[in-house]
């Protein structure tokens, strides 16, 4: 099963922080493991 994550928001705006930690931790978790490569669409 084939799975995409999305996720938006507007980088100048101030934003609550817990979505700025959230955020970041995606972030992280995507360099840690590499998982760009993975959904990648190229």
């Known amino acids: 099963?084939?799975?995409n994550i999305s996720?938006?928001?507007a980088e100048h705006k101030l934003l609550p922080g817990k979505t700025?930690?959230?955020v970041?931790?995606?972030i992280e978790q995507f360099a840690e493991q590499q998982l760009a490569q993975?959904?990648?669409a190229v």
């Open 7 to 9: 996720i938006y928001y």
């Open 38 to 40: 993975r959904f990648s």
């Open 20 to 22: 700025r930690a959230f």
């Open 1 to 3: 099963m084939k799975r």
């Open 24 to 26: 970041d931790f995606i």
